[in-house]
C-alpha cells in the first residue's frame, strides 16, 4: 500500500519532529511517497527548481497513492489542496488533528468526515498506533 503524508512545510515547521515520527509508523504499512515531509528540513533533492516541480511531482505521488494520511492542525494551504485532491481522486483519507484551546480544525475538513472514505480524527501522539492500525488495516 502507498503512502501519501501531508503536512505543513511553507505554513510551520513546528510539527516536523512529530511528522517524522508518524512517517516511522506508516512505514510499516508500506512505503511513504512524501517521508520528506517529516525531515527537520524537507529538501527535494530530486526536484530541481520552482514550485512547478514541485507540484508536478507531488501531484504525481499524490495520483499514485492507494490512501492519504494528513497531520492537519498547523494550519496548510497546501495541505488543504493535497486533501482537497485526494477527495477529488476518490482517495481514502485520514486526518489527524490535536486539539488545541482557542483554536478549531476548519469546518472544511472536520465537515468532510464519512466514517469511512474520509475520516476526521482528534487525537494525542500516544493514539497513534491504534489509529493508524483501525485506519490501515481496513483499507
Known sequence: MKIYFCGSIRGGRCDAELYGRIIEQLQAYGPVLTEHVGFKEPILKDIEGDDVAIHTQDM?????????????????????????RAVAWKKRILCLYRPTEGKGLSAMIRGAHD?????????????????????????
Open 60 to 84: 504525481a505521488w499524490l495520483e499514485e497513492s492507494d490512501v492519504v494520511v494528513a497531520e492537519v492542525t498547523q494550519p496548510s494551504l497546501g495541505v488543504g489542496y493535497e486533501i482537497g
Open 115 to 139: 466514517g469511512k472514505n474520509f475520516i476526521v480524527k482528534d487525537y494525542q501522539e500516544a493514539e497513534v498506533p491504534g489509529i493508524l492500525k483501525e485506519f490501515l488495516g481496513s483499507s
